[in-house]
């Protein structure tokens, strides 16, 4: 790559940034807000008394309420049960959408968890939050109030928020996962260079994360990079490198598809 | 019951498909008193993969005979262990019940393959697939899934494992159309729900990937700790199927999972149009009997 290349690559890089700077000050936590317009709209299509998603978070293992609409909702949120419990706990560990009625009525129904969010409902859908990098949370509506229980309709449709949801969420974690790697690289890089192979092996982990045909996750990569103003021109040539090979090989996998 | 295609979510509409029938013709002779009248599911062996079956529920009437359960080892290995009849969650003894409430006298294979650890949650589903295939079981109820990219290939190889060794493999669809494994593999009976209140009622779906429809909104069933729920999904349309599937292998031992399809297709509730005259001479009874 040449001086004057290397130099237009950076500067592509930095007007990045700053368009990402300001789409960062503009939508601030878009995906909370997304999660939370996503319940919002449940509740009202389904007049239920609640919605909530909860996703699955590390050490320990849980599924942790993120956002919660509907007058019974509001104390889910923050609150966590094990993946090893309940209906979410099912929907997530399996994939499998699922909806029961009548549970209130039945004293030996495990209440556990419901109890711990709050609201014992006496019906309940739930749907997990997937895609093909596996199940990320659950979408849950409690107690739709004109019927007892839910139809194929209903688990259609939630269906469909669910996969806007895990849009959602994937975004974020694919953007999570970008500086993750590049902070590695910049820390495996230290007082030596990097060998061809690990630069390789850092490339495919970025090009298997970035392969998501949305402009999204490219701003929010954008807003990662802003981050790297300062940094010295070894370690931007690093970033152009990663980024230049990542590029190459999205072009490539276009290609094939088309 | 005359369905209403516009409550039918995208999935379920081709159970309507009255016109993409017609070429059953040639096997209109095979009726469902042939295919299972008098059949108990004696005799037949049905594992089902899923969150362990409760032993002592009374809707299990105590027909389980093995239970396992698949862990992890510290090596990061699936390790297939005795298992002590309990359910984690309620969902594994719902199919139990669904199955021998049609083939009462099944023999239930529990596999728990969910277990507290997410830790290789894929792996431990397909080795406890592929144990139960190595049982001989001759039905294998698989309400859960794979969605990851990396289990494929493994998923297929078992699937046709069980395909080559006579095991039906009945396996919930998914509700939203997005790859899961193996409910998508053209050798497994892949199950959506209908909502018509009948267990005896199922479709054929001449327009795949799903291939059957079969009662699984509001299903009363067992739970865990000996309770019942109503539970809407189509985990519990596969366990309609699996106990149909018992029934006939129990009237007649051996079947494939080719000829069972075949015969399921034969006897479904779908709507027929009239038969176009077959080519052939060999059709003689016109008519046929409608059986349980």
Redesign the interface.
Known sequence: MTDRHLNSAVAAIRAAADRAAIAGRLHPDGEQRLLQSIVDATVRLFDAEASSIALFERDP?RLEFRVAAGPQGAGAVGKSI???Q??A??VF???????????AS?P???RKAAARTGYIPRSI?A?PL???Q??HGVLQVLDKRSEA?????D??L???F??QAATAIAVTRAQREVSDLLRAAFKASGDRELTDAEVEALISVAAADLDLDDAAPFWRLADQVAQLRGLGERELNLVTAILGAVGAQAAARRGRRS | MAIDPE????W?EAFLAADRLARTAGISRVDREWAWGGATGKGVRVAIVD?GVEGSHPAVRGRLGESVAVRIDKNGDPEVVKDNGQD??G?ATACAGIILGLAPEAEIVSVRV?????KG?GAAFARGLEWAIEQGVQVANL???????AMYGLFHELADEAYFHNVALIS?A???A???YPSLFSSVFSVA???EPDPWRFYYNPNPPVEFGAWG??VPMA?????????????FAAPHIAGLVALIISKHPGLTPFELKAILAAVADNPRTSVPAAPSAVRTKKGKKKGR
């Open positions: 293992d094990k993946t090893s309940g209906i706990g099912f560990s399996t994939g499998q959408a699922l909806a029961l009625s009548d549970v039945d030996r129904f495990n859908a749907v997937s895609d093909e596996g199940t229980t839910f139809s194929l309709r688990m259609e939630l269906g469909v669910a996969a | 409550d039918l979510p995208a379920s969150s984690l969650y969902h969910l277990n507290e650890e997410l949650k309400s859960l899934s794979s969605k990851s990219d919930a998914n509700n939203i997005e790859a899961s729900a209908h909502a909104v509001d739970w865990k700790d000996g309770s019942d729920v109503v539970a809407t999904g189509n985990s």
